[in-house]
């Protein structure tokens, strides 16, 4: 570049030169050749820059290019190693599945004995004992499938625990639930898992666990024979002891076994004016069968004998007729008629008329009574249904829902009574209704004797006899 401008100089310098001095000529072509020199000097200098930049670059260069390839190996180093991860992973995941399924397996077996345990352990009289051990198993029964060590180490434990008391027999004074559901202090014979006995003022007889508290309740008397037995064990007169080898279904039933009187008491103080009222309505309806069996013999034999005998004229044979049934509904009709037996139409009608009025009431008497013990039956059943829930709501906030054999009382005085109010009250509606349709067929007999009566006696009139 510097070369081209000096040419340009000494191209415009040419025509000057012509007239300028060879002085100058000589001064200018050296400071062309200072120029020059100074140029190539200046050129040198540049390219030795370039040259140095050049090698730094290269230099660089071969550094990245190391660095790269140093990367790259490191790269695939990681590479290979995340693929053997990948690999280890993949072997781990199927370790896993196979472990999972046998910790299922597992757990599901160890759930299995926790539910086998709690039913035996809720069936053993040793419960009473360690009420809490119900709670352990009932906890471990809700975690089903993520049971850990800790827990099986304590199931293990309770197991252990409970083999060991299974092989001893224990004597104690400890609370019972007597056969109403009352808390009592008792003397207490367990015999292992087999069977509790219970000694509680003079009276002996078995135990069982309740399954919700493992609390001991007394079951039903096991007979004279069995107790007696019983009583001779605890005493120590015997070894021979009578037990439930059916791992408490025979206890099972003999608590539930009740008799009809037993379960008539369980209904409270109300089922004694229930059974009074039942008691009242089977006396008023004996009355009333009695009656009104008795009125109703043999009224169309005697209205035959009494018509034949007004018509024939002989009005006394048919009054001495009608007294062979004195005091009977249609023998007094009869005789009323009798009685105006020369009188207009009009009299003879109003007089049997009002001897029909004056017998109703006798055939309709104590049919309202009974009626009325109806109606009264069912409700002390719902007044014995209030009281025994009352009594059940009261048993709640004392001692909660946790043992439903505390409500039982008052639940069961809630339906014995209403279901004895019932067996009372429907009887004697069917008997009131019975009786009701019996007084009025009677009372339509009377009737329509009345109106033979009328027509005999119109026609003796006529016939002037």
Do not use: C
């Not at 000589?26 to 140095?52: F, Q």
């Not at 800790?150 to 639930?177: C, K, N, Q, Y």
């Amino acid at each position: 570049m510097r070369r081209v401008i000096l040419l340009w100089l000494m191209m415009l310098l040419l025509p000057a030169g012509v007239s300028a001095r060879s002085d100058d000529f000589s001064r200018v072509g050296r400071e062309v050749d200072a120029d020059l020199a100074e140029a190539r000097r200046e050129k040198a200098r540049v390219e030795s820059e370039i040259a140095s930049a050049r090698a730094e670059w290269n230099e660089k260069i071969r550094d990245l290019k190391i660095r790269l390839a140093a990367e790259r190996s490191e790269l695939a180093g990681e590479e290979a190693d995340l693929a053997e991860m990948r690999d280890r992973r993949e072997a781990s995941a199927q370790a896993l599945e196979g472990h999972a399924a046998d910790m299922k397996a597992l757990s599901g077996v160890v759930i299995e004995f926790v539910r086998n345990f709690l039913g035996l352990a809720e069936r053993s009289p040793y419960t009473a004992e360690r009420p809490e051990r119900l709670t352990k198993l009932k906890a471990l029964l809700q975690k089903e499938q993520r049971l850990g060590v800790s827990d099986i180490r304590l199931l293990v434990d309770l197991a252990f625990e409970d083999m060991a008391a299974s092989g001893r027999m224990l004597r104690r004074t400890g609370e019972i639930l007597d056969r109403e559901g009352r808390p009592v202090q008792a003397e207490i014979l367990r015999l292992g898992h087999l069977s509790a006995l219970f000694d509680q003022d003079g009276a002996a007889g078995y135990l069982h666990p309740s399954p919700v508290s493992g609390r001991l309740m007394a079951a039903a008397p096991p007979g004279f024979g069995t107790e007696r037995a019983l009583k001779r064990f605890l005493e120590g007169e015997t070894d021979t002891v009578p037990m439930d080898i059916s791992g408490g279904s025979v206890l099972g039933q003999l608590s539930h076994r009740t008799s009809l009187w037993e379960d008539i008491q369980g209904g409270g103080f109300l089922v004694w004016p229930i059974l009074l009222v039942g008691i009242a309505a089977v006396v008023l309806v004996v009355e009333r069968l009695y009656f009104l069996g008795r009125v109703r013999q043999n009224t169309d034999v005697l209205m035959g004998d009494v018509t034949d005998l007004v018509a024939a004229g002989d009005v006394e044979g048919a009054m001495a007729a009608a007294d062979t049934q004195a005091g009977r509904p249609t023998a007094n009709v009869i005789k009323a008629g009798l009685g105006v037996e020369n009188e207009p139409r009009e009299v003879i009608e109003s007089s049997l008329g009002e001897a029909i009025l004056r017998e109703t009431p006798r055939l309709e008497r104590f049919l309202p009574a009974l009626k009325v013990l109806a109606a009264v039956a069912p409700l002390l059943g719902l007044l014995g249904t209030v009281t025994g829930m009352i009594n059940t709501f009261k048993v709640i906030t004392i001692h909660g829902t946790g043992d439903p054999r505390l409500m039982a009382g008052g639940i069961s005085e809630a339906l014995i009574t209403t279901e004895l109010g019932l067996a009372v009250a429907i009887p004697i509606m069917l008997a009131a209704a019975f009786l009701g349709r019996k007084a009025q067929n009677i009372a339509a007999d009377m009737e329509e004797k009345a109106m033979a009566m009328t027509a005999a006696l119109l026609k003796r009139q006529r016939n002037g006899r």
